[in-house]
């Protein structure tokens, strides 16, 4: 159990355009899902932490209105990457928590994104 | 907030030795302290996790030992494998902060010499 999925694994798209990338629990409910970045040989980079039905807590640094986070319901969260520039190519994961007040993180397989 | 800093950032053990990698906390609320193993391209998979009730736990091969007093945490590794081979995160979360998020580690990368 405690399987996390993401969508998609790998997205190459122009600079201005947005990017939607999903992050589903498949055999259980996440009351609360974090989504990180991460550089190459890098360590894991909180962006935000999404709680289903409320809006998302920014980690400090990260712009709100670029990275859109939506969790709208307990099995799905969306980030959306808005007017993507190459900077913003990197590799995105996910995690989600599977009861609140139980610690264990469960983590997506991650999207690279390459922002051209 | 939390810092957490991990050393080494490279260790290479022979097959067979141990490994051992250690890391420091720095805010005494946190009580959850979790490693992760991160090959190449793929997702964080928890190896495993202590709370700040016990100071050892041990998992076949690998254990993790906690001392709260002094706020660092060390993984251990015994008889490695080339499998083991990998990144390894720690990370602390405080349930006291009321959103249990984690702070990791700066990796450290174990490369087993065959």
């Known amino acids: 159990g405690a399987v996390v999925s993401q969508h998609p694994s790998r997205v190459i798209c122009k600079s201005g355009t947005s990017v939607k990338i999903e992050c589903r629990s498949l055999?259980?409910?996440?009351?609360?899902m974090f989504w990180y970045r991460q550089f190459p040989k890098k360590s894991l980079m909180l962006m935000a932490t999404?709680?289903?039905?409320?809006?998302?807590?920014?980690e400090q640094g990260v712009e709100k209105d670029k990275f859109l986070i939506n969790h709208a319901s307990l099995t799905l969260s969306t980030l959306t990457v808005t007017s993507a520039h190459p900077e913003d190519s990197s590799f995105y994961i996910c995690?989600?928590?599977?009861?609140?007040?139980?610690?264990?993180?469960?983590f997506g397989p991650g999207t690279r994104l390459t922002v051209t | 907030g939390e810092n957490v800093e991990q050393h080494p950032s490279t260790l290479s053990v022979q097959e067979g030795d141990s490994a051992v990698i250690k890391c420091t906390y720095s805010?005494?609320?946190?009580?959850?302290f979790p490693w992760y193993k991160q090959e190449l391209g793929k997702r964080p998979q928890l190896i495993i996790d202590?709370?700040?009730?016990?100071g050892e736990k041990k998992d076949q091969r690998i254990a993790v030992t906690l001392n709260k007093t002094a706020k660092h945490f060390s993984l251990h590794i015994t008889e490695t494998q080339p499998e083991d081979s990998a990144v390894y995160f720690c990370?602390?979360?405080?349930?006291?902060?009321?959103?249990?998020?984690?702070?990791f580690g700066t990796g450290t990368r174990l490369t087993i010499i065959p």
């Open positions: 995690s989600a928590r599977r009861v609140s007040g139980v610690h264990e993180q469960y």
């Open positions: 055999d259980f409910q996440a009351t609360t």
């Open positions: 999404s709680n289903e039905g409320s809006k998302a807590t920014y």
């Open positions: 805010d005494s609320a946190s009580n959850y």
């Open positions: 202590i709370r700040s009730n016990v």
């Open positions: 990370a602390a979360s405080s349930e006291a902060r009321g959103n249990e998020k984690l702070t």
